[in-house]
């Protein structure tokens, strides 16, 4: 099955990030180098899975959607996961618990994490958001207080 920004696997470096998406709440996400294989458990069902350099060092990283409560978000929802190439093995970057808004969807584009996200109110917002040393600092606005046709056009435009 393919999931998230129609991309399964990446290739760069000599590395290959893939999921495999065993049922609906378990995948592994996996790392395979010129020399190591790596896999991460997922126990959670997947919605997005993208692959770029979020942290700006030169390897590529993934980018997991996963559904989940939170200890702080009792209610489940999507969020966001992002895994690093650690001398071969899979690693954690940031598992984030919550960006600004209610996380619906994300996608990476120019080195930027593309966020649809709906407000407590019903509105939908269009942000994007950079890395920050130890996760995800807001960047900007590319659409506020919108209907939800309108911030998924923004939020697919290329």
Avoid at 68 to 92: A, D
Avoid at 94 to 118: A, H, P, Q, T, V
Wanted: net charge positive; hydrophobic share 35%; aromatic share 14%.
């Amino acid at each position: 099955m393919t999931i998230g920004c129609w991309l399964v696997a990446t290739h760069a470096l000599g590395q290959r990030f893939s999921l495999e998406q065993k049922n609906d709440t378990l995948s592994f996400l996996s790392l395979k180098t010129d020399s190591t294989y790596d896999k991460w458990r997922l126990p959670y069902p997947v919605y997005r899975f993208c692959t770029g350099d979020v942290d700006g060092d030169g390897s590529i990283d993934a980018m997991v959607g996963v559904i989940k409560s939170t200890r702080y978000y009792q209610e489940k929802g999507h969020r966001l996961f992002i895994f690093k190439n650690y001398h071969g093995l899979v690693r954690p970057l940031w598992l984030g618990s919550k960006l600004g808004g209610i996380l619906e969807d994300f996608r990476f584009k120019d080195g930027l994490i593309r966020s649809l996200e709906r407000t407590t109110d019903g509105k939908y917002v269009v942000a994007e958001y950079r890395w920050d040393h130890f996760g995800m600092a807001f960047e900007r606005f590319l659409g506020k207080n919108v209907t939800r046709p309108a911030a998924l056009e923004i939020f697919n435009h290329d």
